[in-house]
């Protein structure tokens, strides 16, 4: 029976900022139902609408949440980035 591989590395607590790339078009009305996210689109000729959200994530299970959300609006996630870890001071 394989075991189960613990990698101490990982912490899925704490709040960090985020950023997740969709492809489509979301409005700014979206974003006290996204975790409050910041919300930019860009379009470019010729090529689908792109929608950026930014900002903070308390912790992994706001972030599925968001994800959640964002995938019951059939809308293709392109990317995911942590960009820093905040503190609770």
């Given at each position: 029976?394989?075991t189960r591989d613990a990698r101490p590395d990982i912490d899925?607590?704490?709040p960090a900022t985020y950023r997740v790339v969709v492809q489509?078009?979301?409005?700014?009305?979206?974003?006290?139902?996204?975790?409050?996210?910041?919300?930019?689109?860009?379009?470019?000729?010729?090529?689908?609408?792109?929608?950026?959200?930014?900002?903070?994530?308390?912790?992994?299970?706001?972030?599925?949440?968001?994800?959640?959300?964002?995938?019951?609006?059939?809308?293709?996630?392109?990317?995911?980035?942590?960009?820093?870890?905040?503190?609770?001071?």
């Amino acid at each position: 029976m394989p075991t189960r591989d613990a990698r101490p590395d990982i912490d899925f607590g704490g709040p960090a900022t985020y950023r997740v790339v969709v492809q489509g078009a979301l409005g700014m009305d979206w974003s006290d139902r996204l975790a409050g996210l910041a919300i930019s689109t860009t379009v470019r000729p010729g090529e689908a609408p792109r929608t950026t959200l930014e900002g903070r994530i308390r912790d992994q299970a706001q972030l599925n949440g968001v994800l959640e959300m964002l995938y019951g609006l059939h809308l293709p996630i392109l990317e995911v980035k942590k960009l820093s870890e905040w503190s609770e001071s």
